[in-house]
């Protein structure tokens, strides 16, 4: 059983992660448009997962004898001014993400809540990770600079990231 503090705070969580999935759905739709393939698959990854961060949360209130409300997702961005600032883009809403998630941590903190603490564990190492994994792209892009085959050869490999993501998926299901 959780608290309703915790209950409305989770279900804030519900938005923030629908948003992230909105926002990678809509990057990865604009690297498809503007040729980028290996990006558009990471994105389209990206956004998969955040699906899943927000019904892990749906699932935790739901098993705890509460009720997730599925709530309006504001509408993402639809176009993005280069690769550059896209990225630079993903790292403000990872960083925007991990301070809601640390709020939710106090939350569970102040309500004595461990069960949602110990829930809650799983989004900060995740948040650590997925910034450090754009802080890793966004330096790469700074050695890049300009350079159109540095570029591309980046968008390669982002793509082999996906693939290897869903490929480690596919083992484990
Ligand atoms: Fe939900 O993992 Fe980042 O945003």
């Known amino acids: 059983m959780i608290s309703k503090n915790i209950e409305k705070a989770l279900q804030q969580q519900i938005a923030v992660e629908g948003y992230s999935s909105a926002v990678y759905l809509s990057m990865a739709s604009w690297m498809d448009a503007e040729g980028f393939e290996g990006s558009a698959a990471f994105f389209y990854k990206q956004s998969d997962e955040e699906r899943m961060h927000m019904l892990k949360i749906l699932h935790f209130i739901n098993d705890n004898d509460g009720h997730a409300i599925v709530p309006a997702i504001e509408a993402p961005p639809k176009s993005f001014k280069d690769f550059h600032s896209c990225f630079k883009s993903v790292l403000d809403q ?80």
């Open 94 to 173: 990872e960083q925007k993400v991990t301070a809601s998630i640390h709020e939710l941590v106090n939350t569970a903190l102040k309500e004595r809540d461990h069960a949602a603490h110990n829930f809650l564990q799983w989004y900060v190492s995740e948040q650590m990770e997925e910034e450090k994994q754009v802080k890793s792209i966004l330096n790469k892009l700074k050695i890049i600079g300009k350079d159109g085959s540095g570029l591309y050869l980046l968008d390669r490999e982002l793509g082999e990231m996906a693939a290897n993501a869903a490929g480690g998926e596919d083992a484990t299901a």
